[in-house]
């Protein structure tokens, strides 16, 4: 029995072999040097010592980190050319694909820039055009993220609409519904977790814009169900959204019974919504986010922000492992959004797979307020596959030596 | 007055400015006089290594900016003249890179390049690669570009350029970028004059007839709006020696180093140089990088540099195609020259001062005294890199080019690792 496993592992034509590196599967407790081997878009076999002999492809990655390709929860890609809209179909929402797999993405998450009435433009205008994974929180505002006017309105929520779209229409993209923007109570959250509980999906809640702020004790404990998302948790902006360190710096006792009862906290950098004097003391104290994300758009994009990896870095640098930064930004998001399908290296897993370098030197890295943490660590993207295929090869060490090839082919 | 109200209604716009933020800006107001005598600069960039072709500049020096614009570059600027100081130590401070082959017209059109989907948004790449300038290459027509202009050009941080294709609406796809009748001199030339701000060139490509109407008429475009005509690829039927012979000196060729079954390589199969191909380039011919997806391999860039042709400027070919694969930056494939064994200074050149001169637009590439203040701020990172041609194959470099910080029109565009920032404060 034994032998003839063997016989079919051995018959079986590896495509791509990544070798020698220190794999982290947070979802299988991997921590340690195993080659990966992939077959058929597919996870193939993780183990020691994979002979590389039926591999088409041998792919040195000793010294680098082998992780699942990284997904960013909290992106906006619903790019479009309305001038005088602001996320959706417009120019602040970027194409996702010159923004992921050079950080090691391979699947975002866009958080509410369509509702229900234009989400089926921006799956034909975005998520069926890129190479990257794009799937999408729905936002309960029916046309999403046009204006932050339209955002107000509460004739356009419509919880049955939204569900119906989830779990009727398009169940293997969307994943969750979106409330943001809202100036208003908690009618726009309301509306949204009677939405998710319809649809049987998280609500992901940006509570930024409130005048004066809403109790974010009230949303965590009140409104909110245990997996449900806090997104922009580091931002610090008191006079629109509590913060979640106190003035004296000190984490509201509240959040860490929040998180217990299984509020999802969730990074969503973005361009206004990173503060060192928040994220510090909170690290520091113990409170530590769940998610890992960027809030990729235009303005957040050049400024501190910058991309996945940079994010990743960040929490490195405030001391965080790299094991729970992985984790953070794999495993975690993939059970966030119920696609546990993602974010781990199984065998049998669509092979989306990120090879980090590790670099070392002195960095600097920037918050929204433009004020630097200095670290001396920095991920850096070496290689990024999506469903097997390479869409990202930094320093070319999947290609071969070009004088070899020409020699070869004299 | 103004001053007081203009920083009045930036407190009033900004509610979360931290307390020393908020005394500083009173100070500055109580002493107004004083502080605009003293701190006269915005911005000056300390002790990085000016490499400055234009001006003949490779040395250390400090580079002070003002209303967006240089105002002096010295040996030694005082820290106190200015309201902020960066110390650009081991860096490299060269004028804003130029990169003139990009197809940025970016719409939502599905499987298009002019107002769709495969052009990618300049702000997108050019800022982290310390490019302050793009022009697209003809990814738009004299009937198209009013719409560019609106919809990306107008909208962008990046200063976008353009030649102007002769193709009515640009790359469009066929059968309408083909369509001879579309294709009209005397309209490429008056939208150049028009928005002559903007377009700095007539260009033609995408063409696989024989008739040579296409070409002639992009030439007489040229011809007529006293710009440079670009020639890209994709004219499978015209040879390579008669494009040459055709083009006049000034005039740019693109994708320089590829081999493709469609145009002949620059480089023959026993590795030779045509000679031909170098005759071009003494007349005057330029020959652009034009990387892109397909457009460089260095079984014909290494030949080609080691034999006598080097590219004029370091054209990314950025589009949809591009950006994930061997190209990825401007910055790359300055990088991958410096692989291939030309200097620093020789790759500055090839990415400011000479592209601003093929364009016409000698106002920029360079941090003259009253120039617009577009500056990169680059490192140079050192050990072992790989870098891919659009074959797919690899060549080893031990140095490799980082935009620390880019300053487009004396605004801080980038920052990679906080070079501009304070340290945060607990």
Known sequence: ?410 | MILYSKYYLMLLKKPFITTVAVRSVFAFLFFVPITLYAQQYDLLIKNGHVIDPKNNIDRIKDIAVANGKIAKVDNDIPAAQSKKTIDATDLYVVPGLIDIHTHVFVGSKADKFADGIYSVSPDDFSFKSGVTTVVDAGTSGWRNFPLFKEQVIDKSQTRVLAFVNIAGSGMSGKPMQEDINDMNADSAALVAKKYKDIIVGIKIGHYEGSDWTPFDKALDAANKSNTPMFVECHLPQYSLQDQLQKMRPGDIITHSYEQVSERMPVVDEQGKLRPFVLAAQKKGVLFDVGHGGAGFWFSQAVPAFQQGLAPNSFGSDLHRFSMNAGMKSMLNIMSKYMAIGMSLEDVVTRATSNPAKSIKREDLGNLSEGAVADIAVLNVQNGKFGFIDAGGNRLEGNKKLEAELTIRAGKIAWDLNGLSAQQWKQ
């Open chain 1, 1 to 410: 029995m034994t032998l003839f496993a063997v016989n079919i592992l051995q018959a079986q034509q590896i495509d791509i072999l990544l070798k020698g590196g220190h794999v982290i599967d947070p979802k299988n407790k991997i921590d340690e040097q195993m080659d990966v081997a992939i077959a058929n878009g597919k996870i193939f076999q993780v183990a020691k010592d994979i002979s590389a002999k039926n591999a088409k492809q041998l792919i040195d990655v000793s010294g680098f980190y082998v992780t699942p390709g990284i997904i960013d929860m909290h992106v906006h890609v619903f790019n479009g050319t309305d001038v005088d809209a602001y996320i959706a179909n417009a120019l602040t929402s970027l194409p996702p694909d010159g923004f992921t797999f050079r950080a090691g993405v391979t699947t975002v998450v866009d958080a509410g820039s369509s509702g229900w009435r234009n989400f089926r433009q921006f799956k034909k205008q975005t998520i069926d055009k890129a190479q990257t994974r794009v799937l999408a929180f729905l936002n309960i505002v029916g046309n999403g993220m046009v204006g932050r006017l339209e955002e107000q309105d509460i004739s356009d929520m419509n919880p049955q609409q939204t569900a119906y779209m989830i779990k009727k229409l398009f169940p293997d993209i969307i994943v969750g519904i979106k409330a943001a923007h809202y100036w208003g109570d908690f009618t726009q959250v309301d509306h949204a977790v009677e939405a998710g509980k319809l649809a049987n999906v998280p609500v992901m809640v940006d509570f930024g814009e409130h005048q004066p702020p809403n109790s974010i004790e009230a949303l965590f404990m009140q409104h909110l169900r245990p997996g449900d998302i806090f997104t922009h948790t580091f931002s610090y902006g008191p006079t629109v959204r509590e913060t979640v360190v106190d003035d004296s710096g000190k984490v509201k006792p509240f959040m860490f019974a929040a998180q217990k009862r299984g509020i999802i906290f969730d990074v969503g950098h973005g361009g206004g919504a990173f503060s060192w004097r928040q994220a510090v003391p909170a690290m520091q104290q113990g409170f530590q986010p769940n998610v890992i994300s960027t809030d990729l758009h235009a303005e957040s994009m050049n400024g501190g922000m910058k991309d996945m990896s940079n994010v990743m870095s960040k929490f490195l640098n405030m001391g965080m492992s790299l094991q729970d930064v992985i984790l953070r930004s794999t495993w975690n998001p993939a059970n966030v959004i119920k696609r546990t399908d993602l974010g781990n290296l199984s065998v049998g897993s669509d092979a989306d797979i990120a090879v980090f370098n590790l670099r070392k030197g002195d960095f600097g890295f920037l918050d929204v307020r433009k004020t630097k943490l200095k670290g001396t660590q920095k991920l850096e993207a070496e290689l990024t596959i999506r469903a097997g295929k390479i869409v990202w090869d930094l320093n070319g060490i999947g290609a071969p030596s070009w004088e070899e090839e020409l020699q070869k082919n004299k």
